[in-house]
């Protein structure tokens, strides 16, 4: 949802240490004969890297400190627009998605966009709502056990003060109401139904958050934030005039932008607010982000935004707070070789560890390709948002919250930047482990030595992905990348983004030893 973004900002590319300072550390000779020794460990085939001569050394110990370890990751995702969710295959891949993460909560655009059909006028310029297409819309999520956190947007036309039309392909209407009272009216109206229908009990579980992105062009008011602020004080006290058991926030910003002053806004006006929500992306520009130019690379990018965030809220007259991520993932553009590509698998799991403790809830931006920003999608695997590409084919971001999604709710402290120790509620340490290389590098497999303390493991079972593991892009290449793959030619590829059953590891002198290629991400769970 994010081309607006692109034209707003300077091209970034990703930025991390080269391989080539591996190289240096070693002769060509050593890293050969380290490569030799850990292929022939593990029994494996032949990588197609050199190997770090230098392996990583993970002390697992049972018994070190721990702490609560929600999967925040994965409570949420977002979507296409809201009548998109009326299409099988939305509803197809949400179930797909829910299988293997269980998510609670669903967000998207434009449930206001006059395509849903809930507001009209009569001649006379008097409102006119129709539920049908909402009523489906909702009925269609709960039936699938996913409840909506509400992204109140955008304007209807005849609501409009002036027709003021965003540039994403289905022209969402960004203006300001040209009346607060019938915008008033409007939320209100909606609000009752849901709650008439649902019950308050239900939609006291639901979250409403109030626009989308008003510091970008998704906001036709001037200024900016003044209007925002005026947006949301009509909509945040018609919610909670309906009920005060339900939820509103905001400000819903992209950048991570205008919350300490969207907090001081509510408390100095005595608006109601229970949550602080706002987006970013690994590559948007740390000058919108941080106000600087200092290099920020892009696997540090969105949790030194989260961090920033939690601390803002932290020093506010309201600190207790949930702060939701609802946008992020590891682009804003559509690039195959990062979202498509194996690269999200370390990714996601080096953002799950920093971002852990700040943050309640982060919504991966999207769950599915059945998106239309951009229009009508024109092939397969063009760098979508989604977890699984067009034809229900799963990407490699799919597989990566599905072995994620096995780790424990406790973690347990572990000195290492590339490793997540946890433990499950029947005793079973999971670990993850991972080979993060920014997207454009080819990088060096990695060589992990896991020791153990107070546990000694019978046998480890271990999952992994990479490129010959759960990643369809092989296969797209062998049969010549058709733009429009036959119905045997999806299945084929649906086998191959397919994970394997994992492997049972060896333990040598107590010890397990294992080789990542990069972009390789492994659960281990012992038993």
């Given at each position: 949802?994010?081309?607006?973004?692109?034209?707003?900002?300077?091209?970034?590319?990703?930025?991390?240490?080269?391989?080539?300072?591996?190289?240096?550390?070693?002769?060509?000779?050593?890293?050969?004969?380290?490569?030799?020794?850990?292929?022939?460990?593990q029994g494996l085939p032949t990588l197609n890297a050199q190997v770090n001569s230098r392996p990583d050394v993970i002390v697992v110990d049972a018994n070190a400190l721990s702490h609560p370890f929600p999967h925040f990751w994965e409570q949420m995702f977002g979507s296409g627009r809201a009548v998109l969710t009326l299409r099988e295959s939305?509803?197809?891949?949400?179930?797909?998605?829910?299988?293997?993460?269980?998510?609670?909560?669903?967000?998207?655009?434009?449930?206001?966009?006059?395509?849903?059909?809930?507001?009209?006028?009569?001649?006379?310029?008097?409102?006119?709502?129709?539920?049908?297409?909402?009523?489906?819309?909702?009925?269609?999520?709960?039936?699938?056990?996913?409840?909506?956190?509400?992204?109140?947007?955008?304007?209807?036309?005849?609501?409009?003060?002036?027709?003021?039309?965003?540039?994403?392909?289905?022209?969402?209407?960004?203006?300001?109401?040209?009346?607060?009272?019938?915008?008033?009216?409007?939320?209100?109206?909606?609000?009752?139904?849901?709650?008439?229908?649902?019950?308050?009990?239900?939609?006291?579980?639901?979250?409403?958050?109030?626009?989308?992105?008003?510091?970008?062009?998704?906001?036709?008011?001037?200024?900016?934030?003044?209007?925002?602020?005026?947006?949301?004080?009509?909509?945040?006290?018609?919610?909670?005039?309906?009920?005060?058991?339900?939820?509103?926030?905001?400000?819903?910003?992209?950048?991570?932008?205008?919350?300490?002053?969207?907090?001081?806004?509510?408390?100095?006006?005595?608006?109601?607010?229970?949550?602080?929500?706002?987006?970013?992306?690994?590559?948007?520009?740390?000058?919108?982000?941080?106000?600087?130019?200092?290099?920020?690379?892009?696997?540090?990018?969105?949790?030194?935004?989260?961090?920033?965030?939690?601390?803002?809220?932290?020093?506010?007259?309201?600190?207790?707070?949930?702060?939701?991520?609802?946008?992020?993932?590891?682009?804003?553009?559509?690039?195959?070789?990062?979202?498509?590509?194996?690269?999200?698998?370390?990714?996601?799991?080096?953002?799950?560890?920093?971002?852990?403790?700040?943050?309640?809830?982060?919504?991966?931006?999207?769950?599915?390709?059945?998106?239309?920003?951009?229009?009508?999608?024109?092939?397969?695997?063009?760098?979508?948002?989604?977890?699984?590409?067009?034809?229900?084919?799963?990407?490699?971001?799919?597989?990566?919250?599905?072995?994620?999604?096995?780790?424990?709710?406790?973690?347990?402290?572990?000195?290492?930047?590339?490793?997540?120790?946890?433990?499950?509620?029947?005793?079973?340490?999971?670990?993850?482990?991972?080979?993060?290389?920014?997207?454009?590098?080819?990088?060096?497999?990695?060589?992990?030595?896991?020791?153990?303390?107070?546990?000694?493991?019978?046998?480890?079972?271990?999952?992994?992905?990479?490129?010959?593991?759960?990643?369809?892009?092989?296969?797209?290449?062998?049969?010549?990348?058709?733009?429009?793959?036959?119905?045997?030619?999806?299945?084929?590829?649906?086998?191959?983004?397919?994970?394997?059953?994992?492997?049972?590891?060896?333990?040598?002198?107590?010890?397990?030893?294992?080789?990542?290629?990069?972009?390789?991400?492994?659960?281990?769970?012992?038993?």
């Amino acid at each position: 949802m994010n081309r607006a973004r692109l034209a707003r900002s300077p091209s970034r590319k990703w930025r991390g240490f080269k391989p080539g300072v591996h190289r240096m550390r070693c002769s060509y000779g050593v890293q050969i004969f380290a490569f030799i020794v850990a292929t022939f460990a593990q029994g494996l085939p032949t990588l197609n890297a050199q190997v770090n001569s230098r392996p990583d050394v993970i002390v697992v110990d049972a018994n070190a400190l721990s702490h609560p370890f929600p999967h925040f990751w994965e409570q949420m995702f977002g979507s296409g627009r809201a009548v998109l969710t009326l299409r099988e295959s939305y509803r197809r891949d949400l179930r797909e998605v829910k299988q293997v993460t269980d998510f609670k909560y669903v967000r998207f655009h434009a449930i206001f966009h006059d395509e849903v059909g809930l507001y009209d006028e009569d001649s006379q310029g008097h409102p006119v709502y129709n539920f049908s297409y909402i009523d489906q819309i909702y009925d269609g999520l709960l039936a699938e056990g996913v409840r909506p956190f509400v992204e109140l947007s955008f304007m209807p036309g005849k609501l409009a003060a002036q027709n003021v039309l965003h540039s994403f392909w289905y022209k969402p209407n960004i203006s300001p109401p040209k009346d607060w009272a019938t915008w008033e009216d409007l939320v209100s109206v909606f609000a009752k139904h849901l709650v008439e229908r649902y019950g308050i009990d239900e939609v006291a579980q639901w979250y409403f958050e109030v626009w989308n992105e008003p510091n970008l062009d998704f906001w036709a008011g001037e200024p900016k934030q003044a209007s925002y602020w005026e947006l949301y004080d009509h909509t945040a006290r018609a919610i909670k005039g309906v009920n005060p058991r339900l939820r509103v926030g905001g400000p819903a910003t992209a950048q991570a932008a205008w919350v300490d002053a969207f907090i001081k806004h509510c408390a100095e006006s005595h608006v109601p607010v229970d949550f602080v929500s706002t987006h970013v992306y690994a590559n948007d520009p740390p000058l919108g982000v941080f106000g600087s130019e200092e290099n920020v690379p892009g696997d540090k990018m969105v949790c030194r935004a989260v961090e920033r965030v939690h601390n803002q809220i932290q020093a506010s007259g309201m600190p207790t707070l949930p702060l939701i991520w609802s946008e992020f993932n590891a682009s804003y553009k559509n690039e195959p070789e990062v979202t498509d590509a194996i690269f999200m698998g370390p990714w996601l799991a080096d953002t799950i560890r920093q971002c852990d403790g700040l943050v309640s809830m982060m919504s991966y931006w999207t769950f599915s390709d059945v998106f239309e920003e951009q229009g009508v999608v024109k092939m397969p695997f063009y760098g979508g948002y989604g977890l699984i590409a067009a034809g229900g084919v799963p990407k490699p971001a799919y597989n990566a919250f599905r072995l994620l999604h096995k780790l424990g709710d406790r973690r347990i402290a572990l000195d290492s930047d590339s490793a997540l120790l946890t433990r499950r509620d029947d005793g079973t340490l999971v670990l993850a482990v991972w080979n993060y290389v920014p997207p454009e590098e080819k990088g060096l497999a990695r060589t992990f030595t896991l020791q153990f303390k107070s546990t000694k493991p019978r046998y480890a079972l271990i999952a992994r992905l990479d490129s010959d593991h759960g990643d369809f892009n092989s296969a797209y290449e062998k049969m010549g990348s058709p733009r429009y793959p036959t119905r045997a030619e999806i299945q084929e590829l649906r086998r191959a983004a397919d994970l394997p059953d994992p492997e049972t590891g060896a333990f040598k002198n107590g010890e397990l030893i294992l080789t990542l290629p990069a972009h390789g991400l492994v659960l281990i769970e012992l038993k």
